[in-house]
């Protein structure tokens, strides 16, 4: 069965403060993809980015980072230092190859950054 | 360009109308995808489109729930007999075949 945990319900920091989103997913599938979006208070959850399962390099983006592990079952999120602009709530996502494209979100993580 | 719209942004109704929800997805996008979302929850699939027809209608929670696509392109989710349970944001997305999906702003059903 597939699954996706986000342990942290609500995260605090401080602005210009490293966070870092957890996300744990559970799939019985050798090809998937992995996503995170973010819902901001406005409510249209954004795309931030896609990995499939046989690339396990991290990716950067900007103050976004990626850190995938197959061998934890992990896709962890990192905003390098955070703004207030950053406060949102951010999902994680499972999509398995032979089902269309529909995606499992976790609970979601809600981020606060104070100034 | 434009992206995924969807109609009504609110919708308020009594328990057991029936109402519909409409989906304007992304031009060109041929996979079209219904969610809904309760409050302090990630967004559950309830139902998936490849062009005309429903490709996947798994999450549809029970037969009072009905989704189509006529013309492949806008989508209309209809509920009948609507309950307070059935009170969440209901959220559209479209992507081209294997691609991310992008999500429009919901429809925020309350049912009264």
């Known amino acids: 069965a597939q699954k996706v945990t986000q342990a942290q319900t609500e995260i605090s920091v401080v602005e210009k403060e490293d966070v870092t989103l957890d996300c744990v997913y559970e799939?019985?599938?050798?090809?998937?993809?992995l996503f995170w979006y973010k819902q901001p208070p406005s409510g249209e959850l954004v795309f931030l980015i896609r990995r499939n399962s046989f690339d396990e390099q991290n990716e950067i983006s900007g103050r976004y980072s990626w850190n995938f592990q197959k061998s934890t079952s992990s896709f962890n999120f990192t905003i390098t230092a955070s703004q207030v602009v950053d406060s949102a709530v951010y999902f994680c996502?499972?999509?398995?190859?032979?089902?269309?494209?529909?995606?499992?979100f976790g609970q979601g993580t809600e981020l606060s950054v104070k100034p | 360009g434009a992206g995924v719209s969807q109609t009504p942004s609110n919708k308020v109704t009594e328990k057991g109308k029936y109402v519909e929800l409409r989906c304007d997805p992304i031009s060109g996008h041929t996979a079209l995808y219904w969610y809904r979302q309760s409050l302090g929850q990630g967004p559950e699939f309830l139902i998936y489109f490849q062009g005309t027809g429903a490709a996947d209608d798994s999450g549809l929670p029970n037969d009072r729930f009905f989704a189509v696509r006529p013309e492949g392109s806008v989508s209309t989710l209809k509920i009948q007999r609507t309950e307070r349970g059935d009170s969440a944001v209901y959220l559209c997305a479209s992507s081209r075949i294997g691609n991310e999906q992008f999500f429009g702003p919901g429809t925020r059903l309350t049912v009264l």
């Open positions: 996502a499972l999509s398995e190859y032979n089902q269309g494209g529909k995606l499992i």
């Open positions: 799939t019985r599938d050798t090809t998937y993809y």
